[in-house]
């Protein structure tokens, strides 16, 4: 169990391109799970994946935001047309099923640190 | 609807003295309620967790929680500060129907002082 990974670790980009972050959960979890962190608070929800499916979207989530699961393992964040609003930490957790009190324990990745120039 | 007020962004205590980490609470439904500690340009890590049963909740490191429903609060506490607790603490929500959706605080930071 090598815990969640997100890559890249750090993302720099011009305002107006198109960016994606990828997030492996750990093996196991079916759920899997999208925040966005900026300077100074916390992380705030974007999405959930049960499995392959998208079961929940905040109204953060922009339609410049699209995620992914597909095969229910690993996650893809897309933000098209990027904004310097956009610039953030995007974290990504995923949880398990091994039985019902794990399932309230998130366990979270490194991150993405996006900075849009 | 759910929401996390943490007290104060930064604490600064010395070595060796209690920490206490306040949060306020709002849920419509009974809560989940969460510790999680996150150090820089790291993720987050749980400290601890209430779900249900025994209020008093222990964690990692020596750090512990209360749930106070009357109060809607959930501090957190540590009774003596080590240098490796300095870091930024979330305290966080989630519905009890819906565990997989957190609401988290601001943070507060720790500063701990030899």
């Known amino acids: 169990d090598t815990g969640v990974s997100q890559n890249p670790r750090h993302k720099i980009t011009k305002r107006g391109q198109n960016v994606t972050f990828r997030c492996d959960p750990i093996?196991?979890?079916?759920?899997l799970y999208w925040y966005r962190q900026t300077l100074g608070q916390g992380p705030e929800f974007l999405t959930y994946?049960?499995?392959?499916?998208?079961?929940?979207k905040s109204r953060l989530l922009s339609d410049r935001f699209s995620a992914e699961r597909p095969k229910g393992s690993f996650s893809t964040l897309e933000i098209q047309r990027t904004e310097q609003g956009d610039s953030a930490m995007y974290l990504c957790?995923?949880?398990?099923?091994?039985?019902?009190?794990?399932?309230?324990?998130?366990?979270f990745g490194q991150g993405t640190r996006l900075t849009v120039v | 609807a759910q929401s996390v007020t943490q007290l104060g962004s930064h604490v600064s205590v010395s070595e060796g003295a209690l920490v206490l980490l306040r949060c306020n609470y709002s849920?419509?439904?009974?809560?989940?309620l969460f510790w999680y500690v996150q150090y820089p340009n790291q993720g987050l890590q749980l400290l601890l967790k209430?779900?249900?049963?025994?209020?008093l909740v222990k964690g990692i490191n020596g750090f512990e929680a209360e749930f106070k429903k009357s109060e809607t609060s959930f501090h957190l506490t540590k009774p003596s500060a080590h240098m490796s607790d300095a870091a930024e603490y979330f305290c966080?929500?989630?519905?009890?129907?819906?565990?997989?959706?957190?609401?988290f605080g601001s943070g507060t930071k720790l500063n701990v002082k030899p």
């Open positions: 957790a995923s949880s398990g099923p091994r039985d019902r009190d794990s399932r309230t324990e998130a366990f």
């Open positions: 093996s196991e979890h079916n759920r």
């Open positions: 994946f049960q499995n392959e499916a998208q079961l929940e």
């Open positions: 849920s419509s439904v009974p809560p989940y």
């Open positions: 209430y779900t249900t049963g025994a209020t």
């Open positions: 966080a929500v989630s519905p009890s129907y819906n565990f997989n959706k957190f609401y």
